[in-house]
């Protein structure tokens, strides 16, 4: 109920091109949605996130696109550039659990090299 | 530069041994969450604590413990150490209850190679 399904787990992508990754969850109890991407070395850092009430949301280049009724979310990056290459995650939480912060649960990652 | 801080970035050692990493979250944040990212299994979701009291435990490992301190820093102790805890251990910080936007702030990790 907890798991967040993500692929592809990698993804090659000439520059200019359209990255497309897809997220799927199965807890509806989830209201909060967000990417995160994490270059070599660092850690991951939030690029864009999404509440279930929108069906989109854009910034920049980067798109989330939510189907709520097919509990899906996915991640667009338009006109992909090589220094997009990273790892992306995408992420699900719900601060009902716990009553504090939120706890996130994040999918498995997708590597994504944008040729030049 | 996310404002949390861990250390060691990293860290070798054998098997058996005991080691501790430390995390200190960004002014302000009231949670600290434990993550280990290694190749085949993604980001697991280790422990979280919040104000210096334990909030959730993940797919933590009787063999780890972790503790938040009065002055907010957490730290991790990782014992009896076996070749599959080599991994990346994240620390991330978020806000408590006054401004909950769901963001969390991860550390660079310590990266911990055991022997």
């Known amino acids: 109920q907890q798991q967040v399904k993500q692929s592809p787990q990698s993804l090659i992508v000439q520059k200019g091109g359209i990255s497309i990754i897809n997220c799927a969850y199965e807890?509806?109890?989830?209201?909060?949605f967000p990417w995160y991407q994490q270059f070599p070395g660092k850690g991951p850092a939030l690029l864009i996130a999404i509440r279930p009430d929108v069906s989109e949301k854009k910034e920049g280049r980067f798109t989330i696109s939510f189907n709520k009724s097919a509990k899906q979310f996915s991640l667009h990056i338009m006109d992909s550039q090589p220094g997009d290459s990273a790892t992306y995650f995408c992420?699900?939480?719900?601060?009902?659990?716990?009553?504090?912060?939120?706890?996130?649960?994040f999918g498995s990652g997708t590597q994504l090299t944008v040729l030049p | 530069d996310s404002g949390v801080t861990q250390t060691p970035k990293h860290l070798i050692t054998a098997t058996g041994q005991r080691v501790t990493l430390r995390c200190s979250p960004r002014s302000g944040d009231l949670s600290v969450y434990w993550y280990q990212q290694s190749l085949d299994q993604g980001l697991q979701f280790l422990i979280q604590?919040?104000?210096?009291?334990?909030?959730a435990k993940g797919n933590i490992l009787e063999r780890f413990s972790a503790q938040q301190f009065p002055d907010l820093h957490s730290e991790l102790n990782l014992s009896s150490l076996e070749l599959g805890d080599s991994a990346l251990y994240f620390c991330?910080?978020?806000?408590?209850?006054?401004?909950?936007?769901?963001?969390?702030?991860f550390g660079e990790g310590s990266r911990l190679t055991v022997l």
């Open positions: 604590y919040y104000n210096g009291e334990e909030r």
């Open positions: 992420a699900a939480s719900t601060g009902r659990l716990s009553g504090s912060a939120r706890q996130l649960t």
């Open positions: 807890n509806t109890a989830f209201d909060y």
């Open positions: 991330a910080s978020s806000v408590g209850l006054a401004a909950n936007t769901g963001e969390l702030f």
